[in-house]
C-alpha cells in the first residue's frame, strides 16, 4: 500500500509511569504523597505506614495526605557525577541541578531534582519554587518520569 501508514509504522506513545510507585500523583497538579501523624501533626514524606517518627510522640494514626505543591528552595548545587545504579541516567550523563525545598505548609524539607536547563547561579534561596513531572529515563514501552522543582 502506496502512500498509507501501517500500524506498524505509526508513531508509538510511550506510556507515562511514575520511577517510584506511590511516591507521587501524576496529571495536570501533581503532588507529593505523604503522611500526617494526628497526634502530633508531624508530617512525613516518603509515607509512613506504622509509627510516626517524630521522637517525642507516641502516635500510630497517619492520615495520608497530598503534600504542598509549592516551597522555598532552602539550598541547591549542581549534580557534575554519575550516580551509581540503582539510579538510571541517560548516556551520555548530563550534569543537573538538584535542591532542598521547604514545603510552603508543612515546613518538611524534600530533596529533588530542578527542571532541565535551570541555571543555579540564577537561584537564590528562598526563591519560591513548584512541583512539576518530568522525564527520568525510558525504556522501548514507558517513559519513567519523577518530581521536580521549577521555579516560579
Known sequence: MTGSLSI???PQTKERVPAVEGWFTTGDSPALLGTRCTTCGTYF???????????????????AVELSRRGRLWSFTDNRYQPPAPYVSPDPFVPYAIAAVELAEEHLVVLGQLV???DTAALRAG????????????????EYVVWKWQPV
Open 8 to 10: 506498524e509504522s505509526m
Open 45 to 63: 514524606f516518603p509515607r509512613e505506614e506504622s509509627l510516626c517518627r517524630n521522637p517525642d510522640c507516641d502516635g500510630r494514626d497517619l492520615e
Open 116 to 118: 532541565p536547563g535551570t
Open 127 to 142: 526563591q519560591e519554587v513548584e512541583l512539576v513531572v518530568g522525564p527520568l529515563y525510558e525504556d522501548d514501552d514507558h
